[in-house]
Structure formats: structure tokens, C-alpha cells
């Protein structure tokens, strides 16, 4: 009755749990991730339910947060050629799409595009007339060139989107609705080099977002699992299946943000810092009313500059699997790390290589379980040496609490990830700028935690003018309806959609005191 | 010299520090720039003390929000369609562009028009930073009309503006933009060759490559980049750039009034600042910095707010709660010093009941052994050593 799972796919381990309408833990599963990422969640799946006992037929939700993505950008690995449609003249030709991106990436999408007539004014007027026969011209010769990706992009979409939908029309009836079409007002905000960038490794996406969808999809029929699946995306909201095979970039960045989601969770605290370690890396950022800061700066993935929504964070190669080193005396550490081989290859499991997790299990004061541990590389190893280490693993989440802080006062840091066990637990009251230091049982299943307790989200970005009788509390009044509406258009419940995120900026040197407000509202899943 | 795609990179980011937080976000001015000459070739930038006095120029801009120009990316040619109709209207073709202002956005557009048009730049401006209007300009000031001025819009429509002073031109011009949809593309100040060694703010254009390249540590190396910064200023007619404090922003204060971004941004002290707080208050530029009540340097000053890993600029439109930054301090021109320069855009201009301080005068100490350009030392020398 009404359960959830939550899924994580990450580049070592993925993870399952379970949890009811109310969101009681019932069951969390971890198993390694396979090289066909189906396999590991059909795995964590079985273990999960059955370390719960639970009837697959009482599950209703699936949700899953995936690196797939983000490593088929940094990797430009099965990128599907895109077609570019800007509709943007007169204005627009200055710079042409997929100017000033590496080269390489470039070709892996094709390198195409077609600049049209048509886009608006901040204020809603034209600047060039749409032409539909043009539009059709364009899509016509994408076609026959073999482009199956389209990615349209229109000046002041966010505002108004209608000419990008129109395209999207005369794109699906010519193409018998066989073409994949992203369209830049679902993706970024104002800012059209930055919102066409993604909107096109968006379309990019389009082969590896089928492949991640069927992946889940799969699983799940294997289990005779009944259930609605849904991705978890960069914002801590969800998105449907079907969502995430048209949107697949808004997925880009859901690991962390899931970590941040589950750490809420786990510890009720709505704001905090909040410290992620993996294998690899440790990841640090704050917070905010339950929701991981958004980046303002332009962000870059695979080297395109972006400006879509992103968490805030800051990373260093300071992770459980992270090879410490000693040279003539020295103690250095990382960032180069064993990842997923540090069950072979680290210290305590009979391996060669001195791993962090190695100077908090030599210390003492980490306990791991497991057939193959040894510890009998401590004999060899001056107590001296593992302290330094474990100084440098502090001063390296000191400086990345400093970092993520916003605020003087202190605040209470919740530390979840599995390599969370390299911070010495009696070492927590010396952390400066922190009250205190939460690592919460299932600190080690934050990530699908918060797969599995995530909202439906809505948001909106609109420039208004305030001098044409309106004011400043009916502009942001306006864009607070419109953001509820498009939770509850995304599948959120009406009586628990709360917002949660005003930004508003003023545009300079312009006297008509237009203000560009972006709310963002989030709820409950309707069942 | 030449002026290429790489030295674009760097005076992006050199004149966005010039820019003391103005001038909106370099990067679509860059990116135009950097194709136009990837399409034409590379720009001539002239000394500008070495021009025949007869020479003909016309500056060329954008105006209105930077904003706006980052979405409504331009069809390229724009500026050159203005610079067109004044020439047409003057009835004498330009021998050379130049910008008006050293910032963001504007310091790379004449480079646009100029590799469009094959015209060279001139390696000055009119502000030495960014200033919010049109007639804060020394050209203003050493008595040359902005007037009569172009002004186009992506859709191809171009004004003729000829107003009786600088400040109807400001006002007129700054109407057409909103109606030209937020942002425009202007022509005006044409001046002659001996106007831009009387009135000009030399070799800001150069310096302003310079800068980036330090900041970027393309052909320097050694040091931080902030310490690189100040190598480069010392001994230009600026003078040494001067490290004013390090932290993180912790309150961003903004309201708007007819167009200006105005607010207060609070920065709590790291390392040595630690336990001290530094209060800038900006109008879309950064006009005065308060340190725990001392002011430590004010408009026209150039008061630049540097990301703190990398010390790249961070315009005002962008400060955001939470970031950790470094702030810089650079002397501006003795030109830009003067009682009239300073009634337009000296501190009293903007609504403080303070005078101008030189930042050489603040901190004797930090200047008491630093290179001074020779105007600079004549004025200062005996308050410095």
C-alpha cells in the first residue's frame, strides 16, 4: 500500500530502500553497480524487498537518481547529432550556436544549425515575424541530413514560450512525432547562449536518456513491479519517466542534490551544512530549507557554459577510497583514489595501497566488517604518520565547511555518505563555524533516501514591468500562482505545495524598473 | 599593435575589472567581438598620442541592460549601422573607432565594429572605468558634444539624436533604449585626433589587456593573480592596483530606482581581515568602500570585487550571499581627478557628504615606495615621502 522505492546508480554502488506513504524507512539494500546498470538495480531491488519482506505489489512509486548523464557529456559518449533551430532574427546572428564549444563536442552533435525569424521582446513585442514555411524549410533539410534531435531555442521563451511550441508542432506532425524535440523554456532561464547550450547537450542526450529510462523500466518489469517511475533531477524534485526521457539534463546533477535531500530527511533539519563523502570525493554545501543552495554563476559541464538549475557545492578529492601517500616523511593525500577497488586493493582487505579508510580503521576509531579484513599492516605503521593523515583529511573538510558557509554564527554540519567514516568521530567538536556534527544511522543511503522522499516541483521566471500599473507585490504575487500551478501541473498535491525559492533582480541601467523574479514551488506526490 | 581572439579573452576580463563592478557581464561583447575578428582578421589599436590631429573618430557602445543583450544576442551588425548613419549624417567617414567607457561589454564592442569595418581602435576612452551615463565622460568634461548621436536596435531601426547638451542626449537616448526593447547600440562623441589627446583616458584599452593577461597568467607567470594585477598597474597612468580587504559576502542588499541597481554589499573579513567588516555601496558601479566606518576608497577610485581563488571580476548584478572574494583598489588618472571631473562623478555627485580621497593619499604607506607615473608624482610626492 502506496510504498516507495528510492534507487541510486552510482559509479560504485547502487543502492535501493524502501519506504512507506509517510515515509518510514522499511528496507535499504547496497550492491555493486554493474557494467549494464539494469543488472545492479534488478539486484538491489531483490535485496532490498526481500531484507523487508515486502509484496511487490504494495509498491506504487519508483524513483531513481543516476550518474548516466553527466558521464555521457564529460565522456561524449552516444551523443546523438542535434539539429539547432534559434528563432532569433534580425537579432541573434552575432554569435551562432555552439560558438566557442570544444571541438570535440562539437562534432559529436553535428555542428549544425538554422537561424530563423521570430523571438520577442522582454515586454512581449516581436523582433522578427514567425514564418512557418521557414520553420519548415529548416526542419525539412535537418531531416533529410538525417538529424533525429532537435533543439529550438527562441529569444525570451522563458517569458514566452509560444513560438518554441509552435515549432514543436510543425517538427511532430512533418516527422509523424518521430523526432525528439527539447525546447530551451523547459530547461534554462533567461540567457540564451547558456539556455541553448543546454538545450542542445539536452537533445544530445536523447540515446542515453532512452537507454537509463529502459534500464529502470526494465527492472522493474522483470519484478513484476506495477508501479509510476520517476527520476529524481538537479532541484531535489521529481520528474516523470516519460519527463526524463525529454529532459534527460535536468538529471545532471541529482546525486548530490539526492545526498542533501536524504540528510534533511534523516536528521528533520531544514538547514545546515551538509558534507557528502563518497569514494572518491568529498562534496560540501549548505542547506536551505530542505533544499541543497543553488549555484548563480554560469556553471560549465563538459566544457559549455550552462546556467541551468544546479546545486552549489564544493569539491575535494578527499573520499573513503582516496590513496594516501608518504614521501620522506611527508604525508600527502589524494586526489587519485581506488573508487570501487577498495575492497581489493586497500590495506585492510590484504591489498597494497594505504587508503584513507585504512588511517580511520588503523586508528581505530572507523570498524568495518567483512571476511577478508587484515589488519596486520598497523605493525608497519608509526601511529604517527595515520595522524598526520587524519589532520589533513580535517583541515580538508574545515576548508570545505568554510567555503560552503554563508553565515558567522554556527551551524550543525550532518555528515552522510559512505566514506563519512573518515572523519574521526571524538574530532568533531574541534571543527570550527560548526555547532555540531550530525552522522545519522543510514548515513550511508542519503543518496537514495533522498531519491525516495523526494517532491514534485514547479517553477517559473518571468520579467515584469513595474510601471505599467503594476506593483512590486502583484509581480511577485503572479509568480508564486504561477509557480504552485506548475507544481500541481507536475503532480504535486495542491494543499502541501509550499514555496520554496524567490529570487528577484533588478535589470540595470534600465529606467522602466523591470524586475526578473524565479520562484519555486514543491509538494507532496499525489497518490 | 595587433589586437587578436586572445587578446579579447584578456581584455574581457581586464576591463570588467576596470569596470569597478559595472558594465555589465563581458561575455556575449567578448564572444562578438572574437568571432568578428576570427571572420575579418585582427584589429589595429593606435596609440593615441601618436594619431594626426585631424584624424576622424567615432566611438561606438551599447546601451541600456547587459541583461538584455545576453538574451537578445545581436544580429552584429548594429553598432556599425549606427556608426554608418552618424558618418552619413556628418557627412565625413570615421577614420577609427573607440569605446567610451573602460567595462565589460563596452570595451570590446568598438572591436566588433572594427574588425566589421576594417577600421583600426583607438587605444583610449572616455571614463578610464564604467560610469552609468553618457555624459559622465572627460570628453563631457573637456567641452566635446556627444552630440549628434546614433542609435540602433536589432530590428534595424537607427535614431538621429541632436540635443542641446549631454545631459538631453543621456535623457533622449536613454528613452529610445527602452522602446528599442532594453538595449541599444550607439555612435556619438565623434571627436578629432587632437580632442582624444586632450580629452581621452590613454592607453585604458592596452591596459586593460594587460590586466587580463595577468589575471589569466598568459605570457607572466610567478605569484598569485592578484599580485600579478598589481605588477602590471604600477607606474601607468593609473597607478598600482592596492589589495583592500579578502572575505565573504554575507548580505546583498539591492532596490532599484530609475535603473539603477543600487545596494550595499556586506563583506565579513578573512585571514588578516578576520574580525573586520567591509561595507561597499554600489549604483551598478561600486562607489564607496567602509571599512568598520573608515572609508578606504571612493568613486571615481576604481573599486573592483575579485572572485578569491582565481580573481576574476564579479559585476554587481551577479554578487551573491555567500561568495568568497578578494577587493582591489586602483587609482584612476589624474584626468579623472580634476574639480570639474569631480563634480561630475566625485562622491558629492552620487549623494555623499564627503570629498574625494586618492587612494595614494589614504594609504601613504602602501605608495610611499611605489612607482608613480610622472603627473602623479609631481602631486603626490610631498605627501608621500
Given amino acids: 500500500m502506496g510504498l516507495k522505492i528510492g534507487i541510486d546508480v552510482g559509479g560504485t554502488h547502487t543502492d535501493a530502500v524502501v519506504v512507506s506513504d509517510k515515509n518510514e524507512v522499511l528496507a535499504v539494500a547496497k550492491t555493486n553497480t554493474t557494467p549494464d546498470p539494469t543488472d545492479g538495480i534488478v539486484e538491489s531491488l531483490d535485496m532490498v524487498l526481500k531484507s523487508g519482506g515486502i509484496s511487490v505489489s504494495d509498491i506504487e512509486h519508483v524513483m531513481i537518481g543516476t550518474t548516466h548523464c553527466i558521464n555521457a557529456v564529460v565522456e561524449r559518449k552516444n551523443l546523438a547529432r542535434v539539429a539547432v533551430l534559434r528563432i532569433c532574427r534580425p537579432a541573434g546572428l552575432a554569435i551562432p550556436p555552439m560558438y566557442g564549444w570544444p571541438q570535440g563536442l562539437k562534432d559529436a552533435v553535428g555542428g549544425r544549425y538554422w537561424l530563423v525569424s521570430g523571438g520577442f521582446d522582454y515586454d512581449g513585442r516581436k523582433i522578427g515575424e514567425f514564418n512557418e514555411l521557414e520553420v519548415k524549410k529548416c526542419v525539412r533539410e535537418a531531416w533529410e541530413k538525417g538529424f533525429r534531435a532537435f533543439a529550438v531555442v527562441g529569444i525570451f521563451s522563458p517569458v514566452i514560450p509560444e513560438q518554441e511550441s509552435n515549432v514543436a508542432e510543425i517538427i511532430n506532425s512533418m516527422t509523424d512525432g518521430k523526432a525528439h524535440i527539447s525546447l530551451s523554456h523547459k530547461i534554462g532561464r533567461i540567457g540564451l547562449i547558456e539556455r541553448e547550450n543546454a538545450t542542445i547537450l539536452n537533445a544530445a542526450l536523447t540515446n542515453v536518456a532512452s537507454s537509463a529510462t529502459a534500464a529502470l523500466q526494465e527492472a522493474c518489469t522483470k519484478r513484476d513491479i506495477n508501479a509510476k517511475l520517476y527520476f529524481s533531477q538537479n532541484d531535489g524534485t521529481l520528474m516523470s519517466i516519460d519527463y526524463a526521457r525529454q529532459y534527460p539534463i535536468l538529471t545532471i546533477a541529482s546525486g548530490p542534490t539526492n545526498s542533501f535531500r536524504g540528510a534533511s530527511f534523516l536528521t528533520g533539519l531544514r538547514n545546515a551544512i551538509v558534507v557528502d563523502i563518497g569514494g572518491t570525493t568529498l562534496l560540501a554545501g549548505m542547506l536551505i530549507n530542505g533544499f541543497p543552495r543553488q549555484s548563480s554563476a554560469a556553471v560549465e559541464i563538459g566544457g559549455v557554459r550552462t546556467n541551468f538549475r544546479m546545486p552549489d557545492l564544493v569539491s575535494f578529492g578527499c573520499g573513503g577510497g582516496t590513496i594516501v601517500k608518504i614521501i620522506n616523511g611527508e604525508v600527502l593525500i589524494g586526489p587519485e583514489s581506488v573508487g570501487y577497488e577498495l575492497e581489493r586493493r586497500a590495506l585492510s582487505w590484504g591489498g597494497d595501497i594505504l587508503t584513507t579508510t585504512d588511517v580511520a580503521v588503523g586508528l581505530g576509531y572507523a570498524k568495518i566488517d567483512g571476511q577478508n579484513i587484515n589488519l596486520e599492516w598497523r605493525k608497519n605503521f608509526s601511529s604517527r604518520y595515520l595522524e598526520k593523515a587524519r589532520d589533513i583529511i580535517l583541515r580538508n573538510l574545515q576548508d570545505a565547511v568554510e567555503h560552503v558557509k554563508t553565515m558567522k554564527e554556527p551551524m550543525p554540519m550532518i555528515l552522510v555518505g559512505g566514506g563519512g567514516i573518515i572523519i574521526p568521530p571524538d574530532k568533531y567538536s574541534e571543527i570550527r563555524g560548526v555547532s555540531e556534527v550530525i552522522r545519522p544511522a543510514l548515513f550511508q543511503y542519503a543518496n537514495a533516501l533522498g531519491a525516495a522522499i523526494a517532491e514534485v516541483g514547479g517553477e517559473v521566471e518571468r520579467v515584469f514591468s513595474l510601471d505599467s500599473g503594476m506593483t512590486r507585490a502583484e509581480a511577485l504575487r503572479k509568480a508564486k500562482e504561477l509557480a504552485v500551478y506548475e507544481a500541481v501541473r507536475a503532480g504535486a498535491r495542491q494543499d502541501t505545495v509550499e514555496v520554496v525559492d524567490i529570487d528577484e533582480v533588478f535589470l540595470a541601467y534600465l529606467p522602466s524598473n523591470a524586475v526578473r523574479i524565479r520562484v519555486k514551488a514543491a509538494g507532496k506526490l499525489a497518490t | ?385
Fill in chain 2, 1 to 385: 599593435m595587433k589586437v587578436g581572439v586572445e587578446d579579447i579573452k584578456s581584455l574581457a576580463i581586464g576591463a570588467a575589472i576596470l569596470g569597478a563592478g559595472g558594465g555589465g557581464d563581458p561575455y556575449v561583447g567578448m564572444m562578438m567581438a572574437m568571432k568578428a575578428i576570427e571572420e575579418n582578421g585582427e584589429v589595429e589599436l593606435l596609440d593615441p598620442l601618436k594619431i594626426d590631429d585631424n584624424m576622424f573618430i567615432i566611438p561606438t557602445a551599447m546601451m541600456g541592460a547587459p541583461t538584455i543583450m545576453n538574451e537578445r544576442i545581436p544580429s552584429g551588425d548594429e553598432t556599425v549601422k549606427s556608426l554608418h548613419a552618424l558618418e552619413k549624417h556628418l557627412g565625413r567617414r570615421a577614420d577609427a573607432t573607440m569605446p567610451i567607457e573602460s567595462g565589460g561589454i563596452n570595451s570590446t564592442i568598438p572591436f566588433n565594429v572594427a574588425a566589421r569595418t576594417g577600421l583600426p581602435v583607438v587605444d583610449a576612452d572616455g571614463m578610464g572605468r564604467a560610469f552609468p551615463e553618457l555624459q559622465m565622460e572627460t570628453f563631457h568634461i573637456y567641452g566635446i558634444s556627444g552630440s549628434p548621436a546614433a542609435i540602433t536596435d536589432e530590428r534595424g531601426n537607427t535614431c538621429i539624436l541632436n540635443t542641446v547638451d549631454n545631459y538631453q542626449l543621456e535623457w533622449l537616448a536613454r528613452g529610445v533604449t527602452i522602446r528599442m526593447g532594453g538595449a541599444s547600440h550607439i555612435a556619438e562623441y565623434a571627436m578629432s585626433g587632437k580632442d582624444v589627446k586632450t580629452s581621452g583616458i590613454h592607453y585604458s584599452v592596452s591596459l586593460g589587456i594587460r590586466i587580463g593577461d595577468a589575471i589569466r597568467g598568459r605570457n607572466i607567470s610567478g605569484g598569485t593573480p592578484l599580485e600579478r594585477l598589481i605588477a602590471i598597474t604600477e607606474g601607468t597612468t593609473y597607478g598600482k592596483a592596492i589589495p583592500l580587504f579578502k572575505g565573504k559576502i554575507v548580505d546583498v542588499e539591492r532596490r532599484t530606482t530609475a535603473g539603477f541597481a543600487i545596494g550595499n554589499v556586506t563583506i565579513s573579513g578573512l585571514e588578516e581581515y578576520e574580525g573586520k567588516t567591509l561595507n561597499i555601496a554600489f549604483q551598478n558601479e561600486n562607489l564607496v568602500a567602509d571599512c568598520d566606518g573608515d572609508i578606504i576608497a571612493s568613486v571615481p577610485d576604481i573599486i573592483s570585487i575579485l572572485d578569491y581563488d582565481r580573481a576574476l571580476p564579479i559585476t554587481s548584478e551577479n554578487l551573491r550571499y555567500g561568495f568568497r572574494v578578494q577587493v582591489v583598489g586602483i587609482p584612476t588618472p589624474e584626468i579623472m581627478r580634476t574639480p570639474n571631473a569631480l563634480k561630475v562623478w566625485g562622491p558629492r555627485y552620487f549623494g555623499y557628504d564627503f570629498d574625494f580621497i586618492p587612494l595614494e593619499v589614504k594609504h601613504k604607506d602602501y605608495y610611499a615606495n611605489s612607482r608613480l607615473p610622472e603627473e602623479k608624482e609631481k602631486k603626490y610626492r610631498a605627501i608621500l615621502r
